[in-house]
C-alpha cells in the first residue's frame, strides 16, 4: 500500500468516524423536532378550528423546528444516497467512467455546498437584525421582560446542514476513490445497516 493510498485511507477513517457520531447527534435532535413540530401542529389545529381562536406562535415554530430538522437530517440522507438522483447514464458508462463521473459530480456538488455555506452566513448576518413576530423567549414568567427570538437562530440551520453536508460529500469523495481505485472493502455506515434490518 503506497502512501497515497495510505494518506486517503487514514483521513476517510478519521472522516468516516467523526460523522458517524456528530450525524448521531443530529438526527437524534431531528426526531425531537419532527416530534415537536406535529405536537404544535396540533396545537394550532385544535385552538384554531374547535376553540375558533388561532394561537400567533405555533406556525412560526413549526417553520423553525422544520428548517432545523431539515439541516440535521439531510447529511444522513445524503451520505446512505436518499437524496433523489438521475443514474441512468452512470449506469451505462462502463465502470471507469462511471466511476469519475460520479467524483466529477460530487465535486461539483462540493462547490455549490461551498457556495450555498457563505450565503448561509450572510442570510444569518442578516438575521441578527429581525425579531421573530411572534416567537419570543418567557423571561416573564420569571419576573424579566419577554424576549422576542432573533431570526438569525431559525436561519442558523442553513449552515450547519451545509457543513455537514460537506463533510459528507469529502467522505464519499474519499469512499469513491479507494473502493474503485484499490482492492480496499470499505464498511458500509453501521447505522444505516440496522435500518434496513428493521
Not at 457520531?21 to 431531528?30: D, E, N, S, V
Not at 400567533?56 to 444522513?76: H, K, N, Q, V, Y
Not at 447514464?89 to 471507469?96: C, G, H
Not at 464519499?172 to 435500518?195: C, G, S, Y
Amino acid at each position: 500500500m503506497n502512501l497515497t493510498i495510505k494518506t486517503l485511507l487514514f483521513f476517510f477513517n478519521l472522516l468516516e468516524k467523526i460523522n458517524t457520531f456528530f450525524l448521531r447527534i443530529g438526527r437524534q435532535f431531528a426526531w425531537i423536532a419532527i416530534f415537536l413540530m406535529v405536537v404544535v401542529i396540533i396545537i394550532q389545529v385544535f385552538f384554531r378550528y374547535v376553540l375558533n381562536n388561532a394561537l400567533p406562535w405555533p406556525d412560526e415554530l413549526a417553520r423553525f423546528l422544520m428548517l432545523w430538522m431539515t439541516g440535521l437530517i439531510a447529511p444522513s440522507a445524503y451520505r446512505w444516497g436518499g437524496f433523489v438522483s438521475i443514474d441512468i447514464l452512470e449506469r451505462f458508462l462502463p465502470k471507469l467512467l462511471s466511476t469519475l463521473l460520479t467524483i466529477f459530480i460530487l465535486f461539483v456538488s462540493l462547490c455549490v455546498l461551498v457556495i450555498g455555506f457563505e450565503l448561509g452566513l450572510k442570510h444569518i448576518n442578516a438575521g441578527w437584525i429581525f425579531n421573530s413576530s411572534s416567537i419570543k423567549i418567557p423571561f416573564h414568567l420569571i419576573g424579566g421582560k419577554t424576549e422576542p427570538i432573533k431570526l438569525a437562530w431559525m436561519y442558523m440551520s442553513l449552515p450547519v446542514g451545509i457543513v455537514f453536508l460537506i463533510s459528507v460529500n469529502i467522505e464519499l469523495i474519499f469512499r469513491k476513490i479507494l473502493t474503485n481505485f484499490t482492492k480496499l472493502e470499505l464498511p458500509e455506515d453501521f447505522d444505516k445497516q440496522k435500518l434496513e434490518v428493521k
